[in-house]
């Protein structure tokens, strides 16, 4: 009997969901943590930080990890992690001397959770026996963007009619999610990312080949474009739409997100009409254009605007990174997966810290900020020549 890897491709999708709801719910409630446990926002904006940084740890030190106990188990643990931090922040905060502590131990055990699922799910998705693995991939990769949008608007919803005071119930709410995905994964069919007697690359081999180290740049230039617009899109929109800053926050990061998902959602449902290489080079020059529209046009409801054509451009920029470069590196294994999405979440701290910085040196004007990014899909599009340079037969690789 034929394995049923539908159910595979559905667990995925709703672990991409799961990573949303830890990256993206806590921040809804900082005001209301730092009313509640008197806590400073200055200190509660580090849970950001932790967050991440606890996930760029993951992201380094899994792939001996994962392949020691298995992709299924890893999957399952990762979930078991992201429950147990979502119902642990409804408890350690009120429990412990320091609140703040208790967030922080909160925040820590369901990112370690958000590491692994970014690891995991992209290889799990790739072994599965499929034609255009990169359609697959861009489909995957949208549902975090889904999923943002939808931890943003139920919460809201749900605050506006039950009030935010019951935060804890929501969250409550939204730890069901992995518990139930959690027995998806258990009786899904999950396949070895690499064919059994092969073995995949060592870090020195990996570390030997010139495309890994394009791949790498291709996918820090991906996080950089991404998030240099992302995490200043709340401001475009507050100045262009003249809202308050919690309209702002929700208008230009959701806009982002919609458009972003709506790119990645278009290339998983067309994307045999046009070459992967080809598209990311397509979209990295819209994304040159969107950060020009953003920086230099004199109406701030332009620069919105611009916004949201980025969140488009860079849709398929992650994802596609991840097809070529499995493509390129075809016994890259897990170990590839993980020094990617590490890549990936360096571009995504790194690309905002670097307009902020240029921001603050040129009077804090973030137009020249956003101006000076363009660097970022600049060099992507030169590691993108490169890989093609670097690897005969890519296109066939990718569609096989």
């Known amino acids: ?15 991409y969901i799961i990573q949303a709801i830890v990256n993206n719910f806590a921040p809804l409630l900082f005001l209301t943590f730092h009313n509640t446990y008197g806590i400073s926002l200055s200190r509660i904006t580090m849970l950001i930080t932790i967050n991440f940084g606890i996930q760029l740890t993951v992201d380094l ?17 990762a979930h078991v992690f992201a429950a147990a931090g979502l119902v642990l922040l409804t408890i350690l905060p009120d429990k412990m001397s320091s609140p703040f502590i208790g967030l922080l131990l909160s925040v820590i055990v369901y990112a370690v959770g958000g590491g692994l699922l970014e690891v995991l799910l992209s290889p799990i998705v790739e072994a599965l026996p499929s034609a255009n693995k990169e359609k697959a991939m861009s489909l995957l990769h949208s549902f975090y963007c889904w999923g943002h949008v939808g931890v943003v608007l139920f919460s809201t919803l749900f605050f ?17 999610l992995p518990v139930c995905n959690l027995i998806l994964f258990a009786k899904a069919p999950i396949l070895p990312l690499i064919s059994s007697g092969d073995a995949g690359y ?3 081999e990996l570390t030997q080949k010139p495309v890994f180290w394009v791949m790498l740049l291709v996918m820090l ?13 709340s401001t475009f929109a507050e100045q262009g739409l003249h809202v308050s800053k919690t309209v702002g926050d929700l208008a230009g990061p959701m806009f982002f997100a919609v458009m972003m998902g709506s790119a990645r959602l278009l290339y998983g449902k067309y994307g045999e ?13 819209l994304c040159i254009g969107s950060y020009l529209l953003i920086s230099l046009s004199p109406l701030p409801l332009l620069s919105l605007l611009g916004c949201g054509i980025c969140g488009f451009s860079v849709g398929i920029l992650w994802p ?14 897990t170990l590839l997966f993980a020094l990617l999405a590490l890549a990936g979440d360096l571009g995504c701290l790194g690309g905002p810290t670097y307009v902020g910085l240029i921001s603050g040196h040129f009077n804090n004007s973030l137009n ?7 660097i970022f899909p600049g060099l992507l599009i030169v590691g993108l020549f490169l890989s093609e340079k670097l690897t005969p037969g890519l296109k066939e690789r990718i569609l096989s």
């Open 368 to 374: 020249i900020g956003i101006l000076t990014a363009v």
């Open 273 to 285: 009409k046009i070459q992967l290489q080809r598209a990311m080079l397509l979209c990295s020059m």
């Open 221 to 233: 230039c991906a996080g950089a474009s991404e998030q240099a617009v992302s995490q200043w899109a």
């Open 61 to 77: 030190l899994s792939a001996g990890f994962i392949d020691r106990i298995g992709y299924k188990a890893s999957a399952i643990l």
């Open 202 to 204: 060592s870090l020195k």
């Open 160 to 176: 506006q009619l039950f009030g935010i005071e019951n935060w804890r119930i929501l969250a409550l709410l939204w730890a069901l």
């Open 320 to 333: 596609g990174a991840f097809s070529i470069a499995s493509a390129s590196l075809k016994r890259g294994g």
């Open 1 to 15: 009997m034929q394995p049923d890897y539908r159910k595979t491709m559905a667990a995925c999708f709703i672990g």
